[in-house]
């Protein structure tokens, strides 16, 4: 059946015809005359439309399709819906509604999409909300800039609700996800990192302190990271001169009263460790697992002068060659060393006392990395010694004040004094030599880590596998300051720091809980390749025939599977706006 058109006496006329086949012969019947076409045109339109509605279709014209700009709306989908399932959406309305005339769950959701998916400033997400579609949030494009001026007052006081319930929510949190993931609390990851401000900074906590950042002349925070199978379940703020050390007390009492994890194993790295704080989880009845100094460390001196055997290999951390990637060979020994059961246990410091246990590790391929770094920056020094001592024989130093001051900064770049010694003997005399002493312990130390613990049940390989889960935090923190932008800070109230940290962190949550689910769906993907292929699922708001909608581009199979391992089905392709 078609539409067919008969030229008749210079008019156009419309019939719909079928074809047949009848005695052998192909021929066509008329099923119905529908007039002259420029006389019926209106009439043509309404018969149409009549027809798609008794099978319940709708059809438009190209002239009656308004479609505006789209929005990224695929990792919003996704987030939201992972945002509502930890419990955040219900336990900010419960919070917010006690007293807070401004702040809304809906502002503090906002602030965590944005992270996950291009950060902003509280300025910058009005130009990101743009571009977005987020369901329930009325969103004016032109503001004011009075306008502009209430609504980040509205995100400002956000954040100060959020501070204010900020320990409640966290431990609500906690349990929530424990009971979602069935988290076994047995297990305990936490390290530190810092992150700086541009300005002073709150008073408070805004300190001069050693910078992971590079950022020696910015002032700065501490934040440490708790972290258990993989999920960041808290976080603590500490002033930017706090030494790692002097953090542990503070959250091992936080873990006992706030989370109740009286029984568990605190994983930590060097930074931390001390006879006090090694006595003071003992004494909590925690067991642990530390590395210790590799430096200016008795029992790490001691460790490195045992040799390791092929008996000492573990299989499961090592990597083998292949012909596409010939640097990938690695060999992962691991011995115990030391501890009260030890020949000569009393000279074993940390490690002498009854049931601590000392490991020793070593990865060849970071041996030979560090080895060839090694070499790099002592050639480096080098050159730059020679070049003073040049200067000082051509006579453009010659007091021992100018000399000396040159060659400390020389030797505090690039690690120089574990390389190098010098000498300033009288008025313009100048000389160094290699430290073979310290180079020689530096090339001992190549690869090597040792390990400290107290729990007596863990196989040495146990112990490693358990430590080197610490490295996911370490990814945390660059999640948290390359992807989800913690850094730089310009807040300058205390409260307000807080809380910026607590969104990253949310969202930081928000990842790891995707991670996993696609994980879990075997779907080979990282949670930012999965929320960048997300973004190619846009909304497009359309106006069709006076009527406003809400059309969601096609989805590819790769998002199909992605929304599929969250739980999510595909979204509807039309959605009509109601009382638009």
């Given at each position: 059946?078609?539409?067919?058109?008969?030229?008749?006496?210079?008019?156009?006329?419309?019939?719909?015809?079928?074809?047949?086949?009848?005695?052998?012969?192909?021929?066509?019947?008329?099923?119905?005359?529908?007039?002259?076409?420029?006389?019926?045109?209106?009439?043509?339109?309404?018969?149409?439309?009549?027809?798609?509605?008794?099978?319940?279709?709708?059809?438009?014209?190209?002239?009656?399709?308004?479609?505006?700009?789209?929005?990224?709306?695929?990792?919003?989908?996704?987030?939201?819906?992972?945002?509502?399932?930890?419990?955040?959406?219900?336990?900010?309305?419960?919070?917010?509604?006690?007293?807070?005339?401004?702040?809304?769950?809906?502002?503090?959701?906002?602030?965590?999409?944005?992270?996950?998916?291009?950060?902003?400033?509280?300025?910058?997400?009005?130009?990101?909300?743009?571009?977005?579609?987020?369901?329930?949030?009325?969103?004016?494009?032109?503001?004011?800039?009075?306008?502009?001026?209430?609504?980040?007052?509205?995100?400002?006081?956000?954040?100060?609700?959020?501070?204010?319930?900020?320990?409640?929510?966290?431990?609500?949190?906690?349990?929530?996800?424990?009971?979602?993931?069935?988290?076994?609390?047995?297990?305990?990851?936490?390290?530190?990192?810092?992150?700086?401000?541009?300005?002073?900074?709150?008073?408070?906590?805004?300190?001069?302190?050693?910078?992971?950042?590079?950022?020696?002349?910015?002032?700065?925070?501490?934040?440490?990271?708790?972290?258990?199978?993989?999920?960041?379940?808290?976080?603590?703020?500490?002033?930017?001169?706090?030494?790692?050390?002097?953090?542990?007390?503070?959250?091992?009492?936080?873990?006992?009263?706030?989370?109740?994890?009286?029984?568990?194993?605190?994983?930590?790295?060097?930074?931390?460790?001390?006879?006090?704080?090694?006595?003071?989880?003992?004494?909590?009845?925690?067991?642990?697992?530390?590395?210790?100094?590799?430096?200016?460390?008795?029992?790490?001196?001691?460790?490195?002068?045992?040799?390791?055997?092929?008996?000492?290999?573990?299989?499961?951390?090592?990597?083998?060659?292949?012909?596409?990637?010939?640097?990938?060979?690695?060999?992962?020994?691991?011995?115990?060393?030391?501890?009260?059961?030890?020949?000569?246990?009393?000279?074993?410091?940390?490690?002498?006392?009854?049931?601590?246990?000392?490991?020793?590790?070593?990865?060849?391929?970071?041996?030979?990395?560090?080895?060839?770094?090694?070499?790099?920056?002592?050639?480096?020094?080098?050159?730059?010694?020679?070049?003073?001592?040049?200067?000082?024989?051509?006579?453009?130093?010659?007091?021992?004040?100018?000399?000396?001051?040159?060659?400390?900064?020389?030797?505090?770049?690039?690690?120089?004094?574990?390389?190098?010694?010098?000498?300033?003997?009288?008025?313009?005399?100048?000389?160094?030599?290699?430290?073979?002493?310290?180079?020689?312990?530096?090339?001992?130390?190549?690869?090597?880590f040792v390990l400290l613990t107290n729990n007596k049940l863990f196989p040495v390989k146990e112990i490693v596998k358990t430590y080197k889960e610490l490295s996911e935090i370490e990814m945390a923190f660059k999640e948290l300051k390359d992807f989800l932008r913690i850094r730089p800070i310009y807040h300058y109230r205390e409260k307000r720091v807080r809380s910026?940290?607590?969104?990253?962190?949310?969202?930081?949550?928000?990842?790891?809980?995707?991670?996993?689910?696609?994980?879990?769906?075997?779907?080979?993907?990282?949670?930012?390749?999965?929320?960048?292929?997300?973004?190619?699922?846009?909304?497009?708001?359309?106006?069709?025939?006076?009527?406003?909608?809400?059309?969601?581009?096609?989805?590819?199979?790769?998002?199909?599977?992605?929304?599929?391992?969250?739980?999510?089905?595909?979204?509807?392709?039309?959605?009509?706006?109601?009382?638009?």
């Amino acid at each position: 059946m078609f539409i067919r058109t008969v030229e008749t006496k210079g008019e156009t006329y419309v019939r719909i015809v079928e074809n047949l086949y009848i005695n052998g012969k192909h021929t066509q019947r008329t099923i119905a005359n529908l007039g002259n076409l420029k006389l019926q045109k209106e009439n043509l339109i309404k018969i149409i439309y009549g027809l798609k509605k008794l099978v319940h279709e709708q059809l438009y014209s190209p002239d009656e399709i308004d479609p505006e700009a789209g929005l990224e709306y695929g990792s919003i989908y996704v987030a939201e819906k992972l945002w509502e399932e930890v419990g955040l959406k219900n336990m900010l309305e419960k919070y917010f509604s006690k007293g807070a005339k401004t702040a809304k769950e809906i502002y503090a959701k906002v602030m965590v999409l944005n992270r996950l998916s291009e950060p902003k400033s509280k300025l910058g997400i009005f130009r990101w909300l743009e571009n977005v579609w987020i369901d329930g949030l009325e969103f004016k494009k032109e503001l004011t800039k009075e306008e502009s001026k209430k609504l980040v007052e509205i995100f400002y006081k956000t954040l100060d609700y959020i501070e204010k319930f900020k320990e409640k929510l966290e431990k609500e949190l906690y349990y929530n996800i424990r009971n979602l993931f069935s988290l076994k609390v047995d297990i305990v990851f936490y390290d530190l990192t810092s992150t700086y401000f541009e300005g002073e900074g709150p008073e408070e906590i805004a300190k001069l302190g050693k910078s992971r950042d590079s950022k020696s002349r910015n002032k700065q925070i501490i934040i440490g990271l708790i972290m258990c199978a993989g999920l960041p379940i808290g976080h603590h703020i500490f002033e930017g001169n706090r030494a790692d050390k002097k953090t542990v007390e503070e959250v091992v009492e936080d873990l006992r009263a706030r989370f109740e994890i009286n029984r568990c194993i605190f994983v930590g790295d060097r930074g931390i460790v001390s006879k006090k704080v090694i006595e003071f989880l003992e004494d909590k009845e925690y067991e642990y697992i530390v590395a210790l100094r590799r430096r200016r460390s008795l029992e790490t001196a001691k460790a490195i002068e045992i040799e390791l055997t092929e008996a000492d290999r573990i299989a499961e951390f090592s990597k083998e060659a292949t012909i596409t990637n010939p640097d990938k060979e690695e060999n992962f020994y691991a011995k115990e060393v030391g501890g009260a059961d030890a020949v000569g246990a009393d000279e074993w410091g940390l490690a002498s006392k009854e049931g601590r246990r000392l490991i020793l590790c070593l990865n060849s391929k970071r041996a030979k990395e560090e080895a060839i770094k090694r070499a790099e920056k002592i050639a480096k020094v080098k050159e730059e010694l020679e070049e003073l001592a040049e200067s000082v024989k051509n006579g453009n130093r010659v007091t021992e004040k100018p000399i000396t001051e040159r060659a400390t900064r020389i030797l505090s770049h690039h690690n120089g004094s574990r390389y190098f010694r010098y000498r300033v003997s009288g008025k313009g005399k100048f000389s160094f030599e290699e430290n073979e002493e310290k180079l020689e312990y530096e090339k001992k130390l190549d690869g090597k880590f040792v390990l400290l613990t107290n729990n007596k049940l863990f196989p040495v390989k146990e112990i490693v596998k358990t430590y080197k889960e610490l490295s996911e935090i370490e990814m945390a923190f660059k999640e948290l300051k390359d992807f989800l932008r913690i850094r730089p800070i310009y807040h300058y109230r205390e409260k307000r720091v807080r809380s910026h940290v607590v969104i990253c962190v949310w969202a930081y949550l928000l990842e790891k809980i995707l991670e996993q689910k696609l994980k879990g769906a075997q779907l080979d993907i990282s949670a930012r390749e999965a929320l960048k292929s997300l973004g190619k699922i846009r909304m497009i708001p359309t106006k069709l025939a006076g009527k406003q909608f809400l059309y969601t581009t096609k989805l590819d199979w790769k998002n199909s599977k992605i929304l599929k391992a969250v739980g999510l089905s595909d979204p509807p392709r039309l959605i009509e706006v109601k009382n638009h």
